[in-house]
């Protein structure tokens, strides 16, 4: 009798419900067992998971097969008529135990092979409080699900359903026990995480939610926020910005694109110049911030002109970190009916400019970093991050999970060397 191996494609959101999904598998006393946490957020994502399914099917030709995600979730027969799957679970039924417990029964006549239910009638986020986690550096914690925007070229309401929050009380309490664990840095991470509280009482904020980890946890040395929709930051998360040492000065910012009209054909909530007002606002309150962003190639009507603005989007914020996705056509989504799509060449050609410019910040920010001194988490021994999640190298070991202090010496490999 084998454990459960798990795959985790795709987002951070995956990752921590991974590490749910191995404690209640466990629980139900789960054995030999496949289980892939797919991705859908573009149709390549979806190609890869297929292909990982049959590989890992040929490495494990007697365990049982179980796909779930967000491709599970918005593509169930896809998946269900492969020959490798014996079984598809939504992204709702992959957070209950009751799931599980029938996983680990007789699987022939005692699980229905496809438990996928409709996600947009979910009206509550799991809260399976999670006590570790596979690395000792830093914890995901999930505070919110879904998306109540429908930009026209995003599968993932469809995979994850309307938004939902998971009460301030509830986040507290499991950042405690994870610092009680010994974990130094805990990352908030949800599909929509600005969108955090509209639906509780009172309809509190982000801000008003990071304010009250840093107040209730104060043996929390490092807050991180994962990506953002910066049109939707408030009052008090920019004052947290600026006053509060433990939140980490990085950013990641859900962007898109560079031009308007594009913006507008996304069906995107702000604009080029709100995007670079946010980032000089934010650089105002705290110097040392960084910026990561995603950024679409050859969306559908994207001229050379409309690109280049996406181009020199990239140094008008002064972007370090990008997340290049060249378009893909989702269908069911409002940009795949839009005639003119552009030419699949000349949308890789556009991605690689994007990431070749990417490429040029983070190496102007790297030599910024030369003979500076920065407090850096050790990811395992040999390498850590630093405060805006730049990758250090040590020679010498150092120990894992913990937060040393090093005066930065060289740069490697888009890497700093301390």
Known sequence: MNPPKFTTLGCRLNAYETEAMKELSQQAGLTDAVIVNTCAVTTEAVRKARQEIRKLRRENPNARLIVTGCAAQTEPQTFAEMEEVDAVIGNTEKMRPETWKGMAADFIGETEAMQVDDIMSVTETAGHLIDGFGTRSRAYVQVQNGCDHRCTFCII????????SVPAGVVVDQIKRLVDRGYNEVVLTGVDLTSWGADLPASPKLGDLVMRILKLVPD??????????SIEVDENL?????????????????????????????????LRDDAIRFTEEARKLRPEITFGADIIAGFPTETEAHFENSLKLVTDCDLTWLHVFPYSKREGTPAARIPQQVNGKVTKERAARLREAGDTQVARHLAA??????????????MGRTEQFTEVTFANAQPEGQIVTAAITGVRDQQLVA
């Open 157 to 164: 309401p469809y995979g994850r359903g309307n938004s939902r």
């Open 220 to 229: 929390l040395p490092r807050l991180r926020i994962s990506s953002i929709d």
């Open 238 to 270: 920019m004052q947290a910005i600026a006053t509060e040492p433990r939140l980490m000065p990085h950013l990641h910012l859900s962007l898109q694109h560079g031009d308007d009209l594009i913006l507008k054909r996304m069906k995107r909530r702000h």
């Open 369 to 382: 970093q030369l003979g500076k001194t920065h407090h850096i988490l050790m990811e395992n021994s040999h």
